[in-house]
Each structure stands twice: as structure tokens, then as C-alpha cells.
């Protein structure tokens, strides 16, 4: 049973846009933090933006500030992330993940969605 699903991949050229998005089912993970990690083939995942349920506490890595923007709709049970002037590095899959106790936005996550597949080409 699918938790998290991640829509809004693709391919687009260096410079341009897209927006992800993360559909989440009515699970025990409301009220606690989401985020979007990204992993290319042979690297490790790494963590892209947290947001936690207020949406008051929200982190970037170094990489994607002033590029990329998380929001989650609450009520909608739904997270997002605009991602503005890609770079081909950006190349990656992206994972929508949720924690299911209340730890901070750089702790551990449980639930994962399956990925989508973001490519940039230069």
C-alpha cells in the first residue's frame, strides 16, 4: 500500500522549470515533518528541502537555495517543491518522504514514496 506518490518529473533544458509534487494518502504522518530528497545512480540520496507540518520551519540544502521552493497544502494532503533555473547537476530522482513521529527536519523519515525521475539537460 502506497503511501506517498510523487508526480511532476520529466525533462527540461538547463535554465528551466518544473514542480513536483507529492500526493499523500491519510496516513499517520499528518502533523509531522515532509521532505524531498534526490539520488543519482551510484551516489548516495541526499536531502533536497524539509518542511515541517506548520510549515513555519522549512530547510534547503546549500545547493537549491534561491532555486527551489517546498510548500505543502495541509488540507489537500499534499507537498510541493518549484524548482526554478535547473542545472543539469539537479539530474536526479526525487523522493517525497514523511516522518510519522516528531523529530526535526534533518531526522530520520519512514515513509517513502517511489520516485520520479527529473532530468536536465545543458
Known amino acids: 500500500q502506497v503511501a506517498l506518490v510523487e508526480s511532476g518529473g520529466g525533462q527540461v533544458q538547463a535554465g528551466g522549470s518544473l514542480t513536483l509534487s507529492c500526493t499523500t494518502s491519510?496516513?499517520?504522518?499528518?502533523?509531522?515533518?515532509m521532505a524531498w530528497f534526490r539520488q543519482v545512480p551510484g551516489k548516495e540520496r541526499e536531502s533536497v528541502a524539509a518542511?515541517?507540518?506548520?510549515?513555519?520551519?522549512?530547510w534547503y540544502t546549500d545547493s537549491v537555495k534561491g532555486r527551489f521552493t517546498i510548500s505543502r497544502d495541509v488540507a489537500a494532503n499534499m507537498m510541493t517543491l518549484q524548482m526554478n533555473n535547473l542545472l543539469p547537476e539537479d539530474t536526479a530522482v526525487y523522493y517525497c518522504?514523511?516522518?510519522?513521529?516528531?523529530?526535526?527536519?534533518?531526522?530520520?523519515?519512514?515513509?517513502w514514496g517511489n520516485g520520479t525521475l527529473v532530468t536536465v539537460s545543458s
Open positions: 518522504a514523511a516522518q510519522t513521529l516528531p523529530r526535526g527536519l534533518l531526522f530520520e523519515y519512514d515513509v
Open positions: 491519510d496516513g499517520p504522518f499528518k502533523g509531522y515533518a
Open positions: 518542511i515541517a507540518w506548520t510549515g513555519l520551519s522549512i
